[in-house]
């Protein structure tokens, strides 16, 4: 249990002991300054503290807010800090500088010593600050959190407490700021009191969060059937998922419940979700003879693609010193023209709009119609925001910094053969789009020599060669050219179509259902990759993305498995399915058992998507 200590005398009528136990404090009370640095040193290290003034007044939230999340080391709002182990021993010092007293109560005012005591919360906050912990302050908005110094001030603050209601605050902040039209206006309306209900319930948005996996799993279940009530019953479970899904993030900003295992869970589960229903659709349309698992895994490798275009704009972008960029001040302009912005929000076709879609073709045409249709509204999304990320990135004014240079690089994927090449090439300078066009260049060749080559060809393998030659000569240097961070998609592209393209051309039954899953193994890693970037962690260690090959190496694989048993050198269709089959087991066991180590390791970093970025 966390400890909360007021640094004096409870005022007469104060709520504030009840308000704080609410919250999960054990509350101890200081009498004096001494008894502040005593009380302290006798809660454990291993548990959270707060510091409290005994004056104050204002919502729970606002103390919820400061004293509760588990995301900060130290959070304060005024009259009130809260330290957790890693910032305890800050604290400390901090208590042992002010000799236990804070500001200094004004002369001749009487109970001197009990109003200094009565000071230390604000005063520890800036003396933490002063040396160097980073103290959260909350945006309160309308919430008070005050300490009046009399008792009008002091009726004054309980009036305004009064004419706000903190329960509907939190409700609308449990709500994401920014989120896409679906979301907004037919999910968040009611989801956020489901929120709550868990909320009273004790659930955790973990346990919401395995339920929208489960309830998404159940729905690719009833798609795989192949009848049309499945596919009915698909659809609206599918929406169920997607209101579950809502509805554990608004429950971890509800009750500010944000944990480590909670970031993996919703990092990793949306695509998990989405992908198996890809599969169920092409299971479901294989029981009514038709064969869709190219569209299903066509589907997976443009979302995929998608995605890393997003986070490799991002991350190239995230700490750059300028953003002079013309269509970046045209953005700022279009956002204060509100229908413009649920347009652009719309038109990338987030996660709320991309599953509706997909809930409503279910239920109401084949398989293949729904993919088709996904594919197409991807394809323009795609085009969309790669086109103005394009612009930024050629009009900014801005130089690229090294922890920009290096998430790139870790976000490339890069195996032993390319890093063996990219030593070879350290001493090569490419021009300013070198890049991106070397990259292109190694990307086109692969796959049109995949697609117009003899099946089994080995000019494939001779082409995937030349690739990753071309990867290790694009990341030769640091990435931090205007267009760099288009090497990590275009490299998912290379690999995931390349397996996709001979998979379909090799016309063997279970090839594309095996493809499908070594595709969905490989970007599982990578989006684990990207996961613990953001988290400031950096990529997996170099020993998992050797011992699975990198990008490169993984083609390389998969061409030479073609070229084996499509090709004349030992022609066995079977052994073909059953290599993609074990390749994508060895990688789905490998990156799995390194994934979980880490996310459920203390240093794993809780990363919760609060942007409202498309998804």
């Not at 086109?444 to 393998?461: I, N």
């Not at 290599?579 to 794993?604: K, Q």
Request: glycine share 10%; with cysteine.
């Amino acid at each position: 249990m966390s400890t909360a200590i007021l640094t004096g005398p409870p005022v007469a009528g104060s709520s504030l002991e009840g308000g704080l136990r609410s919250l999960g404090f054990d509350v101890r009370v200081a009498a004096d300054a001494a008894g502040v640095a005593a009380e302290l040193a006798a809660v454990p290290a291993r548990e959270r503290v707060a510091l409290v003034d005994p004056r104050f007044v204002g919502h729970v939230h606002s103390l919820r807010l400061a004293l509760t999340d588990p995301r900060f080391p130290a959070a304060a709002v005024p009259g009130a800090l809260t330290a957790q182990p890693e910032a305890r021993a800050a604290l400390a010092d901090a208590l042992a500088d002010t000799g236990g007293h804070g500001d200094p109560a004004p002369a001749g005012t009487p109970g001197e010593a009990a109003t200094a005591v009565r000071a230390l919360p604000d005063t520890l906050g800036a003396l933490l600050e002063d040396g160097g912990t980073a103290v959260h302050r909350p945006d309160l908005g309308v919430l008070v959190a005050a300490v009046p110094d009399s008792e009008d001030a002091r009726a004054e603050a309980r009036r305004a407490v009064e004419a706000v209601d903190d329960e509907s605050v939190r409700l609308r902040s449990a709500v994401k700021a920014r989120d896409g039209f679906f979301t907004t206006f037919c999910v968040s309306p009611y989801s956020r009191y489901l929120a709550r209900w868990c909320a009273r319930r004790g659930l955790t948005p973990n346990q919401v969060t395995t339920a929208s996996l489960l309830t998404a799993l159940i729905a690719a279940a009833c798609a795989a059937t192949g009848e049309r009530g499945g596919f009915v019953a698909a659809g609206v479970l599918l929406l169920a998922s997607f209101v579950l899904d809502a509805t554990d993030g608004q429950l971890a900003r509800y009750d500010l419940q944000y944990s480590t295992l909670g970031a993996w869970l919703d990092a990793t589960f949306d695509r998990a979700k989405e992908y198996a229903y890809y599969a169920g659709l092409a299971l479901g349309a294989s029981r009514g003879g038709d064969d869709v698992w190219a569209l299903a895994l066509g589907a997976m490798v443009l979302q995929t693609a998608r995605h890393v275009i997003d986070f490799a704009f991002n991350e190239a972008n995230h700490d750059a010193d300028a953003n002079t960029s013309p269509t970046a001040a045209l953005s700022g302009k279009l956002d204060s023209v509100g229908w413009t912005v649920w347009l652009r929000r719309m038109i990338v076709l987030p996660i709320g709009e991309r599953w509706a879609l997909i809930a409503v073709l279910t239920a109401c045409t084949t398989p293949r119609v729904t993919l088709i249709v996904l594919i197409a509204g991807c394809a323009l999304a795609a085009c969309y925001t790669t086109a103005g990320r394009l612009l930024r990135s050629l009009t900014r004014r801005a130089r690229r910094t090294e922890r920009a240079a290096l998430a790139l690089a870790e976000l490339t994927d890069s195996g032993p053969l390319a890093q063996g090449f990219a030593a070879a090439f350290a001493r090569v300078r490419l021009p300013g789009l070198g890049v991106p066009a070397v990259a292109l260049l190694g990307t086109a060749g692969l796959l049109a020599t995949a697609l117009w080559t003899p099946l089994g060809s080995l000019w494939v393998c001779v082409a995937a060669l030349g690739y990753a030659l071309l990867a290790g000569l694009a990341v030769a240097r640091p990435l931090k050219g205007a267009l760099d961070w288009l090497a990590p998609p275009l490299f998912r592209i290379a690999e995931y179509t390349t397996i996709l393209v001979i998979a379909a051309r090799s016309g063997v039954n279970g090839a594309l259902p095996a493809a499908f899953g070594l595709v969905a193994a490989v970007a599982y890693h990578h989006y684990d990759t990207v996961y613990r970037i953001r988290g400031g962690t950096g990529a997996p260690p170099q020993w998992l993305v050797r011992s699975i090959g990198g990008h490169e190496g993984r083609t390389l694989l998969v061409t030479f498995a073609a070229a084996l048993w499509l090709g004349g050198l030992a022609h066995s269709d079977r052994s073909f399915t059953i290599a993609l089959t074990a390749f994508a087991v060895v990688i789905a066991v490998a990156v799995l058992i390194e994934s979980i180590r880490f996310w459920v390791s203390s240093s794993a970093p809780a990363v919760h998507d609060e942007t409202g970025e498309p998804a």
